[in-house]
């Protein structure tokens, strides 16, 4: 089996993610798991606009989360953003949700930058 990648959280992604019910944590956990295995889940999906960066989505009790997270940043996956979708505007992730994520994402290269 190959060695799992380690993760590591950007921001508040972590406590992002604990707030979460636990059945929301455990299907994201197991994602990041597959992830950090070399897979690529079922629920995830490249993030429009953001080369390298995918969404993990998980639907629970009539509401919508996402995980974000970047993989082109060396050995490592960088956990960029966790939160609960509450869209007004459809399908669409809120444009604050992106903001963060690319400040977060910043924030992972320059982390990548120190590791190498």
């Not at 953003?81 to 320059?110: N, Y």
Request: proline share 3%; with cysteine.
């Amino acid at each position: 089996m190959e060695k799992l990648k380690k993760l590591i959280w950007i921001g508040a992604s972590k406590k992002e993610l604990q707030k979460m019910p636990a059945e929301v944590q455990d299907e994201m956990g197991y994602a990041l798991h597959l992830v950090q295995a070399g897979m690529f889940p079922e629920s995830a999906k490249p993030l429009k606009g953001i080369s390298g960066v995918y969404e993990i989505k998980c639907d629970f009790d009539s509401s919508t989360y996402r995980t974000v997270y970047a993989l082109k940043l060396g050995d490592y996956i960088y956990v960029l953003h966790v939160f609960q979708k509450k869209s007004t505007s459809g399908i669409k992730t809120p444009k604050h949700e992106i903001d963060l994520v690319k400040q977060r994402l910043l924030a992972a290269k320059e982390i990548a930058r120190g590791i190498k």
